[in-house]
C-alpha cells in the first residue's frame, strides 16, 4: 500500500537540502578554499607532492573553515543574529587559532597559502550568505489557537497564520501551536499529528517565543536543553579552565591600561581607585568584586546606577563605564574563581535579597559563576537594574538552559564590539 504525504517541508527536497545545508560546504566550499591558494603558490599537480609545509598549510585552512563553518551554523540559532557581523571575527578568530597552533609547536607552514585560505574564506562566508540570505529567514506557519496569536514577526522569521487544518499550498518550516490551548479542537490535533507525520516541526508556543527573543519566561524554572535543571557540569570544568588561562594571558597584557585608568580615577576625584562591593555569588555564595571606582564617594544615591546620566559618576568615570574599563579588576575574581568571562552579572547582596522577596527562584541564576559581562548585558544593557529586572531575569535564564560554548563565544563577540567601538547594549 503507497502512503502518500499532504504536506512537504521547506527545503526538504535533495538538491536544496545540498545546495543550502552541511554537506555543500563540505564538499564544494572546503575544496575550494584549500585549492585555490594552494594551485596559486604551488601550481598544478601540488598534491602529488606533500612535504611538511604544505601538508601542514593545508590541513591549517581545513580546520580553520570547518571551525568557522559551525561556529556560524550554531550562531544563526541564536535570537537575533545577524551573521554577517560574525563573519569576519570568526574567520579571524579561527585561523588566528590555527597559525598560534602552528607557532607553538614549531611546524613548518607557508605563510602565503595560509593568508590567501584566509582571503578565500572570507569571500565564501559572505559571498553565501548574501547569495542564500532569502531563503534563511524561516517561514512559519501559525495555528491561530491561544497565545500563538501574540508572536510576532522578527526579520528572520516570517509568520502566516493558518485558516483551516488544511493543506494552503505553501512549504512551511515548523509550524507553532499552543499545544496547551483548550481552544485547540480535534481537527487541529489532527492536522499537527499529520504535520509530524510529513517531518514538518511543529513547536510549542513557549518554544517560538523563546527562539524569537531570546528569553525565558520566568513563571516557573526552565529546564536546559538536555531535559535538566543543572547545567553541563563537562562544559563547567572546561570552561573553568579557559577562564583561568586567559586571565593569566590578559593581566599582563593589560596591566599598562589598569595602572594608566587608577591614575586617572586619582587624578580626576578624591577616594580609592578601586571600589569593592559584596555581591552574591556562584551557588548563592557572597564575595567582593573589584571595580574601578566611576563615581563620587560623598554623593548620595538610589543603591543601584541610574544610568549613564547618574550624577554621582565622575568625568572619567563616564569614559571607562562607556569602554568597560572599570570591569578590568574582575580579571583577579575570575582568578580566585568567584566569577567567569561570561556569565549572569552578580548583583549586589540588597539586590539580591530584594529580588528574592519577588521572585521565589531567583537563586537558580546562581547555578552557574556569575560574569564579567553576559547575555542579558550585551541583548538588554546595564541600566534599569530593577525596573528591567524580569526581562534581564529572562535572558539569565535562556543563558543557563542553552549553556555552552557557542552563547559563550556569541557574548563574547557581542562584547568585544562593544567595547572597541563604546556602543552597544547598556
Known amino acids: 500500500m503507497d502512503v502518500t504525504y499532504p504536506y512537504e517541508r521547506r527545503h526538504s527536497r535533495w538538491y536544496e537540502q545540498l545546495l543550502l545545508g552541511l554537506p555543500f560546504q563540505v564538499l564544494v566550499g572546503l575544496p575550494l578554499v584549500i585549492a585555490l591558494p594552494a594551485l596559486e603558490r604551488w601550481g598544478w599537480g ?37 551573521v554577517a557581523a560574525y563573519i569576519l571575527p570568526t574567520v579571524s578568530l579561527a585561523f588566528l587559532v590555527v597559525v598560534a597552533i602552528l607557532f607553538f609547536t614549531r611546524e613548518e607552514y607557508t605563510r602565503q597559502v595560509l593568508f590567501t585560505g584566509y582571503l ?46 488544511e493543506p494552503d499550498g505553501t512549504r512551511y518550516d515548523a509550524i507553532v501551536a499552543d499545544l496547551r490551548s483548550e481552544d485547540l479542537g480535534a481537527e487541529w490535533e489532527k492536522f499537527l499529528a499529520q504535520c509530524t507525520l510529513c517531518r514538518i516541526p511543529v513547536y510549542h508556543v513557549r518554544q517560538m517565543h523563546e527562539s524569537i ?25 572546561l570552561k573553568r579552565c579557559a577562564d583561568l588561562l586567559g586571565a ?19 587624578k580626576d576625584s578624591p577616594g580609592p581607585a578601586l571600589f569593592l562591593q559584596e555581591r ?10 573589584y571595580k574601578f571606582r566611576s563615581m563620587y564617594i560623598d554623593r ?73 559581562s553576559g547575555w542579558a548585558q550585551v541583548e538588554q544593557g546595564y541600566a534599569a537594574e530593577v525596573d528591567g529586572m524580569t526581562t534581564k531575569l529572562q535572558y539569565d535564564f535562556y543563558y543557563i538552559k542553552h549553556f555552552s560554548l557557542w552563547l559563550d563565544v556569541l557574548v563574547l563577540f557581542k562584547t568585544v564590539k562593544t567595547v572597541f567601538t563604546g556602543n552597544g547594549a547598556r
Not at 531563503?135 to 497564520?161: C, F, S, W
Request: charged share 20%; hydrophobic share 45%; with cysteine.
Open 46 to 82: 601540488f598534491w602529488q607532492t606533500m612535504p611538511d609545509y604544505r601538508l601542514n598549510t593545508i590541513v591549517a585552512i581545513g580546520l580553520a573553515f570547518v571551525a568557522i563553518t559551525l561556529c556560524l551554523r550554531r550562531f544563526a540559532r541564536f535570537p537575533g543574529v545577524q
Open 120 to 165: 578565500a574564506s572570507l569571500l565564501w562566508f559572505f559571498a553565501g550568505y548574501f547569495i542564500g540570505r532569502r531563503y534563511r529567514r524561516m517561514k512559519i506557519a501559525v495555528v491561530p489557537v491561544g497565545n500563538a496569536l501574540q508572536l510576532k514577526p522578527t526579520a528572520r522569521i516570517e509568520l502566516r497564520q493558518l485558516g483551516t487544518p
Open 213 to 237: 527573543t531570546g528569553r525565558v519566561q520566568v513563571d516557573h524554572l526552565s529546564e536546559n536543553e538536555f531535559g535538566s535543571l543543572l547545567p553541563s557540569a563537562m562544559y563547567g570544568g
Open 248 to 266: 593569566l594571558l590578559l593581566l599582563p597584557a593589560l596591566a599598562p591600561i589598569m595602572l594608566l585608568t587608577a591614575l586617572a580615577i586619582r
Open 280 to 289: 552574591m555569588g556562584y551557588r548563592g555564595v557572597p564575595f567582593k568584586v
Open 300 to 372: 548620595e544615591g538610589k543603591g543601584f546606577t541610574d544610568g549613564d546620566d547618574d550624577p554621582r559618576i565622575t568625568p572619567v568615570g563616564k569614559v571607562i563605564r562607556k569602554y568597560r574599563l572599570d570591569e578590568l579588576p574582575q580579571l583577579f575574581n575570575v582568578l580566585k574563581g568567584e566569577m567567569s568571562f561570561i556569565g549572569p552579572r552578580p548583583e549586589s547582596m540588597q539586590l539580591s535579597e530584594w529580588y528574592e522577596r519577588d521572585v521565589p527562584f531567583f537563586r537558580y541564576r546562581h547555578v552557574v559563576r556569575p560574569g564579567i
